[in-house]
């Protein structure tokens, strides 16, 4: 059963920075895509970023590029999120999210697994 598990969350004052880390376990995550996405209060949940695991092909959401790098180390079976001049519209839960397959999909139903989630709160 694959298990995906994320931590590094937390508060920062605008224009500071974060690093999210999703720590993957149950598959064999070669043939993955692995995507972050989040939820704001009262809204839908949104795509952020994805990656391929099986090589450093990358997504982006356009209120995101530029300011976040979404990059996995295989040794480990971790994909992270630097997210760096963070907005206090960057507040929501974040989630990490695998499918099986090669395409960097942006909409969530396509991800066939989810972690708990870890809340980023930036601060004005």
């Known amino acids: 059963q694959v298990q995906l598990v994320e931590s590094g969350g937390g508060l920062v004052q605008a224009g500071g920075s974060l690093r999210l880390s999703c720590t993957a376990s149950?598959?064999?995550?070669?043939?993955?895509?692995m995507g972050w996405f989040r939820q704001a209060p009262g809204k839908e949940r949104e795509f952020v970023a994805a990656i391929r695991w099986g090589e450093r092909t990358t997504s982006y959401d356009d209120a995101v590029k530029g300011r976040f790098t979404i990059s996995r180390d295989n040794a480990k079976n971790t994909v992270d999120l630097q997210m760096n001049n963070l907005k206090p519209e960057d507040t929501a839960v974040y989630y990490c999210?695998?499918?099986?397959?090669?395409?960097?999909?942006?909409?969530?139903?396509?991800?066939?697994?989810w972690g708990q989630g870890t809340q980023v709160t930036v601060s004005s």
């Open positions: 999210a695998a499918r099986f397959g090669v395409v960097r999909t942006t909409t969530s139903n396509d991800y066939n697994y």
């Open positions: 149950g598959g064999t995550f070669s043939r993955y895509v």
